[in-house]
């Protein structure tokens, strides 16, 4: 166990749909990372914040959006939902915003699997 | 562009000795890390290089030459549980924690 959170495990349903997936990360981490797994493009890295803002952003669709709130949660919302969109996604968490010069180790949740009909 | 190049699948015995390559052509490099991926499951930190040379780990090492660009994890000793996916990952931004992931490498380990 990481000790991020993801919610829910699971989430079915049709195009076109809105659907927010939620993380928590580590006690004491900072930076929440947003990731997409899906079967042919591996682990893609769509968006991470920091302590609130914004600190670097993947290739993230336009009907994507993600916020990091006070309490350090992170929601990922996905809207006008896609066949395609169907994939899982993690999150993770850092204690900094950078990984630079220092090791610092990203712990990844259990994941959302995300199924569009 | 970014890049990075990992097989896609690899067949070893259990007991023998296996080495994962990675290449990469980035824009920036800050670290290469190395993540084990259960089928279903969240990918989980195995080792991280920065400098040139052999970091060991246990039954782990991981190598890295950022003047070639390369990077290979080796497993020694394999056990049936090591069957899993062996994701490479650069840090290429040096103020972000953004992580560029190559595609995996799938790994069987048959008795």
């Known amino acids: 166990d990481s000790g991020v959170t993801q919610t829910p495990k699971h989430l079915i349903t049709a195009t076109g749909q809105r659907v927010t997936l939620r993380c928590s990360p580590r006690?004491?981490?900072?930076?929440v990372y947003w990731y997409q797994q899906s079967l042919d493009q591996g682990l893609q890295f769509l968006i991470q914040y920091y302590n609130g803002e914004e600190r670097a952003k993947g290739n993230i669709l336009e009907r994507f959006s993600a916020q990091q709130f006070p309490d350090l949660h992170s929601e990922l919302n996905l809207s006008s939902l896609e066949l395609g969109d169907s994939a899982l996604y993690f999150c993770?968490?850092?204690?900094?915003?950078?990984?630079?010069?220092?090791?610092?180790?990203?712990?990844f949740g259990p994941g959302t699997r995300l199924t569009v009909l | 562009g970014q890049n990075i190049d990992q097989p896609t699948e690899m067949t070893a015995t259990e007991g023998a000795i296996v080495q994962i390559n990675c290449t990469y052509q980035t824009s920036g490099f800050n670290g290469l890390f190395w993540y084990q991926q259960h089928a279903g499951e969240a990918p989980t930190f195995l080792s991280y290089n920065v400098l040139d040379g052999l970091e060991e780990k246990g039954r782990f090492s991981s190598f890295l030459s950022r003047s070639k660009g390369y990077s290979y994890l080796l497993l020694k000793e394999l056990q049936m549980k090591d069957s899993a996916s062996y994701l490479c990952?650069?840090?290429?931004?040096?103020?972000?924690?953004?992580?560029?992931f190559g595609q995996g490498t799938t790994l069987q380990v048959k008795p």
């Open positions: 006690s004491g981490d900072l930076s």
């Open positions: 993770a968490s850092s204690v900094a915003g950078s990984l630079a010069g220092v090791y610092n180790e990203q712990f």
């Open positions: 990952a650069v840090h290429g931004s040096g103020n972000t924690g953004k992580l560029i």
